[in-house]
């Protein structure tokens, strides 16, 4: 497989790298419109071939794909015309900036027999796996709440408010986890340097009494990463800042017997052990690189396929309305 | 001045002993429906004379004031009573149960000129006052954002949900702290196992971009219990469950410049020392009881008077309207 | 029972508290030789009688048992007295100043047969009771070293140096947990504001490679307690400043493969789940109240008995002994 | 200059990484004896030439220094060949297996006037030299204790025991900071799967009442990576292992009235506010590299010369003797 990566400012050079060190991967090219972007690539990967232009790319009949790791808004573009030169595709996440985009790829794609991926690195790593496991085999039991809190100062985007940029990784590992389909969305935040929001919750809510929770913001003076959710038969905490121990399964909840009459209710709380399972550490994006690869071959879905993504874009698109009616509820449509 | 303490159930005994150890107190007197409650409280404090019955406290003339720490839903009625008898009243957090109730026991202290006093706790406590000092000399700058989070797993309450059992800690804080009025609160949450939420978000917001928010929880597996207050100038971390430096001020922020085009905007970040200030450790409860009794003395309004009790209970209640109508924006009344 | 608590300083009120809530207590008394402590008892605890003298706690033949919580210098003394006045007797830990007097408590309580018992508080503490638990049952192995560290700013003593107070805490807790018998003890330390040892570090040999190693320090910025305990089959990490999961019991070691020469030696680690027990949270000292009197009323030896009390003070003698030569190693004597 | 970096196990490679991004480094060349060694790194590097034979290099009269990152035994052999040579020289730490090794290189280098400098890395740190900061311009006041942990779960050494691998870092971390010279070593330590010490404890004595103590340990279940540091005006807490905070400057201490006798002596504690300096969070490594090139040029001695690296070895030799010697206390001599 021959595969190039377009776009090499914060994320790009990750692609390549491990694109590089993924078994079946012949040759890797790149590409980026800013030649300083790309003279910083071809310093630190002198090993791979620098391409001319982003059309250069998609003649080449030897390229079997291409990632597309450049700013949101050119996604959907840059994403056709790679579809219909026929190459394989990965994108950068969120996959586009509309619903409407991210049908329009997956229809060419599908259409055309290609992979389609979206790079939800967060699904491939340890921990994500690991809930993902323990919510299958039933070990966590019905899902009651789900809390997400990604906070940090910083990397204030020009094109994208918090939302798009921080919570993009939340609701695919939240969809990814989940067996429930979210059905509405709202979102309340706050402007305070630009014209994007920098400070921002979000709710989404299930068919069930299920509800998640996000917080995201660019003003946090402490950085913050953990994930809460709490099931009838066990709780788990994500802390992605730990070092160590990141995952926390706790034997903790509540038993409530029916009762007859309020007041009579008796709560009785059990708190058991606590425990942290081992979570392999193999590189997130090494197994997306992985992953890419394995579907082009065999021509199965990938796990962060077009669905997925636009999945996340719905919900994306959802806050932004109910952001922009004050924080109205947005209801998701049923469609694809 | 003697002080009688009624409901000794979680909280009065704490009342009881906090007033014994305060100056001016000549007598504490008690009072519970419950004889449990009370004999378990005649063994505690040999000292404290037990009375027969709630309008024998209110029959003695030589009662000075009563503090009512009984379930919310009986504060109007007793703290009524009291005031109509000619005692002082501090009340237990929240006031009341409703707005009108709040107003009215108000409107009885004013007509009585009678100390009426909220205990909200928290507002006498080290941190909140030193927090309360930033912000008035400047320190924190302007307030961006306001973020809270109190969760633990436990206490379900029967007669009201989260939201009132816990959050009312926090918004008395809140409005403590801030010199922005409240001007609407959104609510969301989830009810799991009893016919109250368990688990909600609070969203309060103001003239400005400034926005304040809530997570209060009864599900979760660990216990947390921190505010988050972004300003212009500094930064603060409060986190209750630190045994030590439990205030963390940061000299961080954003810097940015007017820009020409929106990606020419130039941001900078700005990270300098953090610092945990000295907290004095006083017990918040012996500083709220001296306050009372120098207020009833001096007839000076308390730090957390009617008023600061009922613009709490105008927050709960919006909470609940918005709760009910599936997380609409409630508009707060400007009245009083 | 009726029971008579010596010494009213700090800890003496403790227990005054806790035998007044045990099972079995008929009556307390105390009594202080300063009036101050003996008057702030007697405010706070009305119920409890003071008595005139410690002479005439001795004559009246009603009282069953002393507690002493007076300076460790006065151990020997009033506690022999109290034995020759047959009653049975509680000491404040260390038991005595020196082996000598230890012992001779011990062989007066042997000739009359009465309880001697020392308050080694931390050994009925929940953490420490299932780390015993754990050794007991094999989870943690062969025990390879014991780590710990009780290091805070503060409460320079005036008698005693900062390993008579702070590790006689650690060497009771490390005699309970271990079956092997310490052969020799080693200790170094500066001595900063006063003539007593400010920090210091205490070395305990066993005849195997077993080493327990003890950091006391009252110059630290910043309150640890806590001990690592290396087994062959789990590691355990007892954290005494976390309010949840004090106990966190690791499945992680090395797989040490014979080798055919040094260089092929196969070094395998092992790194399983980390798990944290539930701990009961009793009280340590009702614990030790109650087995007080069970001790008393069956005859048995109670688990912290006049030996548990000989061995730290035996530890604790050899390490000023240490001290006093500049770190040398001094043998343990195997007698009694 | 052209360098050429000599060992390509684990520390290497990051040797060569730097110096191919330091300025004034034109040329980079790596050798290892150990083939497959040699090709991940022409692998990683595919810029970096690979030597034939250390001979090659040696030979080379282009070629200005030699980094040697062998294991600790062939420092000196190799070392001396480079210097022969008319190489500079960049040696790993430990510099050297034995005092007189040691000696003998920073006398060959002295005779040819050529750069000896020693990589002990930590020197370098942000936080490092922060500490020394604050040190010299007196706002830590006279040291009273150092004290450092450096625990893991791992990487035995099969030729040296706990202390040559993980107490070096420390130790030239204590010499760089404190002014004092070390007088006296003593070491207890405990060999449990190899014949190699795996836990070890430290002490370090110096001319005055301070004390320095290092705990290493290869067997812990938790990573700690800690040095306090108590000063009569501030404490400082340098935790490695935080990723923001890293150090803390505590206001505490204790002020200690003359007294009259024992008893009247009257202690203060101090306890101001803590703060956590802004660290610059430039590589060690890079500035290392830098530092070597500028010494090179400039002829001056390193921060980290031959005779930094030569204090180390012999507190390394004494603690070796003294763990032999069942813990005896070795004193230092003053030579060179």
């Known amino acids: ?8 400012g914060y994320w790009g050079p990750n692609l390549v790298r491990n694109f590089l060190s993924t078994d079946g991967v012949e040759q890797v090219l790149c590409f980026d419109a800013n030649s300083n972007s790309a003279n910083r690539a071809k310093k630190r990967f002198p090993m791979v071939e620098v391409a001319e232009s982003y059309e250069a790319i998609l003649r080449r009949p030897d390229i079997d794909a291409v990632a597309v790791a450049t700013p949101v808004s050119t996604h959907y573009k ?3 015309q790679a579809l219909k030169a026929g190459k394989h595709l990965l994108l950068e996440k969120p996959m586009a900036a509309r619903v409407e985009e991210a049908t329009s790829l997956m229809e060419e794609a599908e259409k055309r ?5 979206v790079d939800h690195t967060f699904v491939y790593t340890g921990a994500v796996r690991k809930i993902k496991e323990m919510i299958k085999n039933g070990e966590i039991g019905d899902v009651l709440y789900y809390d997400s809190v990604r906070i940090n100062l910083g990397l204030f985007q020009h ?4 939302i798009w940029d921080l919570a993009t990784h939340d609701i695919s590992i939240m969809n990814f986890l989940l067996k429930q389909k979210p059905v509405s969305v709202s979102a309340v935040g706050a402007v305070h340097y630009n014209h994007m929001e920098d400070v921002a919750y979000l709710t989404v809510r299930f068919a069930n009494n299920l509800i998640a929770h996000f917080h995201v913001n660019w003003l946090s003076p402490v950085k913050i990463r953990s994930i809460i959710i709490g099931g009838t038969k066990h709780m788990v905490v994500f802390n992605d800042m ?3 121990e990141k995952l926390k399964v706790y034997d903790k909840g509540v038993e409530f017997k029916e009762k007859e009459s309020i007041y009579s209710a008796l709560v009785q709380y059990r ?4 425990y942290a399972p081992v979570i392999p550490d193999k590189e997130a994006l090494s197994l997306l690189a992985a992953e ?6 065999t021509g199965r879905k ?5 669905q997925a993504g636009l999945n996340v874009v719905r919900v994306l698109e959802a806050a932004d309305a109910s952001l922009k009616s004050g924080g109205k509820v947005i209801e998701l449509s049923d469609k694809r």
Chains 1, 2, 3, 4 share one sequence.
Request: charged share 20%; aromatic share 2%.
């Open 78 to 80: 840059l994403g056709l």
């Open 271 to 274: 708190v058991g052990n606590m």
């Open 302 to 306: 990938p796990i962060t396929d077009g």
């Open 159 to 162: 094109d994208v408010n918090v």
């Open 1 to 8: 497989m021959k595969i190039a990566v377009v776009g090499l």
């Open 292 to 297: 890419f690869i394995d579907c082009m071959k």
């Open 113 to 117: 027999k290609l992979t389609l991926m």
């Open 242 to 244: 730990e070092p160590a």
